[in-house]
C-alpha cells in the first residue's frame, strides 16, 4: 500500500530525447525617450518537460517556463510592472512555521529580485515587499508595482527569480525564474560568439510524479501531532533539466560558442565538464567578463552562480559530446550520484552554416581595483548550524534570525572586508544583493576552538580564491571549516538590502538577513 505522503516518482526517462529550448526575448510594451517599458506576468501554466511524461503544472513569468530572457543595454533605463495572477492556493506544500509563511499571511505570495542587479532598494525585490493577485493584498515592505533598473552593471547574465518570504523555494521550484541579460557596446566589440551561438543554459534538478506534477517532499514526519510541515534541509531532485527541458539534446555546428551556464537550483552543486575532458573556455563570472580567459576542464556552480563559457566544436563534426556534472549531494560531503550525471548532450553537425569568425580575445575586461587600504570596516560573520524546538536542522547567519535588528549598516560609498566564518558542515553559496565583491581567499581554521572561545585560530595557509573565481562575483561558496574573506564598495544605492544562503531551503527557513547601506 502506498500512503498519500510516498512519492511515486519517476526516474527512467529516456535522456536526450528532446531539444534543448531556448527561452525567447521578453518584447517591450513601450520605448520613450531614455527608458524601455516592459510588462511581466505570472501565470499558472502547463509545460511539457519531457515528451514521455504528461504535462506539468507549474508557474511561469508570462506563462512560460523558464521565463522570457530580459535583454537590456548596460546603462539603459528600464521599468518592469510585475504582475502576479497566480492562483490563491499553492502547488506546494507550505511550511507555516518558518519566517513570514504564517497563517495569517496569504498563501500565494510573489516579489521579483533581479540576482546581481545594481538597482534602488524599492526595486530590488525584498521579501517583504510581496504582493498577491492584483495586488490586492501586499507585505509589510511593498512600495510600488513598476520597478526602476538603471542597468549600471557592465555586460553579465543575470538572472530574476521570486523572492517571497518564506515561500522563496517554493515559488522558484514551481518555475519563477529566467535569465535578465546585459549587453554593452564594449562586449559587442571583443567578436565573442554572438547571436543564435549565444545560448543561455538554465540548469536545474526537479522531482517528477508519475502524472507528471512536480514532487516537492514534506518533512515525513509531524513534528507534533496535528502540525505539518514542509522545510527539508535541502532538496535535491532525482532529474536534471536545462532550459525547463528534462535531459535535453542541441544540435551544434562544428565552431566556437558562447553558453552561460546558471545553476537555478534549490540546493544542489554541479561540477561540470565535457565528457571526454576536453577543454572550455571560461570568459565571465557571476557579475561580468575575467580580464583574461582561461582554459578549464571543469567548473563548480553553486546554486546561483554563473559561468560564461566557450566551447569549440570545430574539429568534432559528426561527434556527441555530453555536459555531465560530477558534484556530490550534499555538498561537499555528500555523494555523486550516477543518476543525476547526465546534464544534457550537443551533436556536433557535420557542416558550419558560415565561416565562424568569433574570436576568444586574449583580454577581456580589467576588473576593478578594491584596495584593502581604503577598507573601513573589518565585519565578522560566523555561519551557524543549529536544531530548531522541533529538532529540525537550521542554519543562521551571524547568528541571528531574519527578525533580529539589522547589524550590517555599512555606508555608502565606502569599503569593507566580510569574514564568512563556516561552523557548518557544508558549503553555503552567500549571496549580497546590490554590490559585487572579489573573493580575496579561504583559509582553514579550528572550529571546535571557535565555538568554545570565539577567536579565530588559522591552521594553514590563506589561499587564493580558484582562477574561475577571479572576477566580479556575487555568490561565494564558503566552505566548511574556512573563513572565506571578500571585499566589496557599496553603492551607488543607499537603503534596505538583504544577504543571504542561496541554497533555497537554508534561505526560507532563516539564513538570510536585512542590511542596510547608510548615507
Ligand atoms: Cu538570487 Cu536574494 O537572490
Ligand atoms: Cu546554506
Not at 387 to 396: F, G, P, T, V
Not at 404 to 429: K, M, Q
Request: with cysteine; proline share 8%.
Amino acid at each position: 500500500m502506498v500512503s498519500r505522503n510516498q512519492k511515486q516518482t519517476v526516474y527512467n526517462l529516456t535522456k536526450y530525447k528532446d531539444a534543448l529550448p531556448v527561452p525567447p526575448v521578453l518584447k517591450h510594451l513601450y520605448k520613450g525617450e531614455g527608458y524601455t517599458y516592459y510588462e511581466v506576468c505570472m501565470k499558472e501554466c502547463k509545460v511539457s518537460v519531457h515528451s514521455e511524461l504528461p504535462e506539468t503544472t507549474m508557474w511561469g513569468y508570462e506563462g512560460i517556463f523558464p521565463g522570457p530572457t530580459i535583454q537590456v543595454e548596460s546603462g539603459e533605463r528600464v521599468y518592469i510592472k510585475w504582475k502576479n495572477q497566480l492562483p490563491p492556493v499553492h502547488l506546494l506544500p507550505i511550511d507555516f512555521t518558518v519566517h513570514g509563511a504564517h497563517r495569517d499571511v496569504p498563501e500565494v505570495r510573489t516579489v521579483v529580485h533581479v540576482h546581481g542587479a545594481v538597482v534602488e532598494p524599492e526595486s530590488d525585490g525584498y521579501p517583504d515587499a510581496w504582493f498577491t493577485n492584483g495586488y490586492q493584498q501586499v507585505g509589510e515592505k511593498f512600495v510600488k508595482q513598476v520597478y526602476q533598473y538603471d542597468n549600471y552593471m557592465n555586460a553579465c547574465t543575470l538572472w530574476y527569480h521570486d523572492h517571497a518570504l518564506g515561500i522563496t523555494r517554493l515559488n522558484i521550484y514551481a518555475g519563477l525564474a529566467g535569465f535578465f541579460l546585459v549587453r554593452s557596446k564594449r562586449e559587442q566589440s571583443l567578436n565573442l560568439p554572438a547571436g543564435e551561438y549565444d545560448i543561455p543554459l538554465l540548469i536545474q534538478d526537479r522531482t517528477f510524479n508519475q502524472d507528471g506534477s512536480l514532487y516537492y517532499p514534506k518533512q515525513p514526519e509531524e513534528p507534533v501531532p496535528g502540525l505539518v510541515t514542509s522545510i527539508v534541509p535541502e532538496f535535491f531532485g532525482e532529474t536534471i533539466l536545462v532550459n525547463g527541458k528534462v535531459w535535453p539534446y542541441l544540435e551544434v555546428e562544428p565552431r566556437k560558442y558562447r553558453f552561460r551556464m546558471l545553476n537555478g537550483s534549490n540546493s544542489r552543486f554541479y561540477k561540470l565538464k565535457l565528457d571526454r575532458n576536453q577543454l572550455m573556455f571560461q570568459i565571465s563570472t557571476d557579475r561580468g567578463l575575467l580580464p583574461q580567459p582561461i582554459g578549464i576542464k571543469e567548473i563548480i556552480l553553486a546554486p546561483a552562480e554563473r559561468a560564461d563559457i566557450i566551447i569549440d566544436f570545430s574539429n568534432l563534426e559528426g561527434r556527441k559530446v555530453s555536459l555531465i556534472n560530477e558534484a556530490p549531494a550534499p555538498f561537499p560531503s555528500g555523494e555523486a550520484k550516477n543518476e543525476v550525471r547526465d546534464v544534457m548532450q550537443f551533436r556536433v553537425i557535420s557542416k558550419a552554416m558560415y565561416i565562424d569568425t568569433s574570436s576568444i580575445p586574449s583580454e577581456l575586461e580589467q576588473l576593478p581595483v578594491l584596495s584593502e587600504k581604503s577598507v573601513v570596516r573589518k565585519r565578522f560573520l560566523t555561519l551557524d548550524h543549529l536544531m530548531d524546538k522541533y529538532a529540525r536542522e537550521l542554519m543562521l547567519l551571524d547568528n541571528k534570525g531574519w527578525d533580529a535588528p539589522i547589524s550590517e549598516n555599512p555606508r555608502l560609498g565606502t569599503t569593507e572586508i566580510w569574514y564568512l566564518i563556516n561552523l557548518t558542515p557544508d558549503t553555503h553559496p552567500i549571496h549580497i544583493h546590490l554590490i559585487d565583491f572579489q573573493i580575496l581567499d579561504r583559509r582553514e581554521f579550528n572550529v571546535e576552538k571557535y565555538n568554545n572561545e570565539k577567536v579565530i585560530e588559522y591552521l594553514g595557509p590563506s589561499i587564493l580564491p580558484e582562477p574561475q573565481e577571479r572576477g566580479r562575483k556575487d555568490t561565494v561558496r564558503a566552505n566548511p571549516n574556512e573563513v572565506t574573506r571578500l571585499i566589496m564598495q557599496f553603492g551607488p544605492y543607499s537603503g534596505l538590502y538583504v544577504w543571504h544562503c542561496h541554497m533555497l531551503e537554508h534561505e526560507d527557513y532563516e539564513m538570510m538577513r536585512p542590511y542596510i547601506v547608510i548615507r
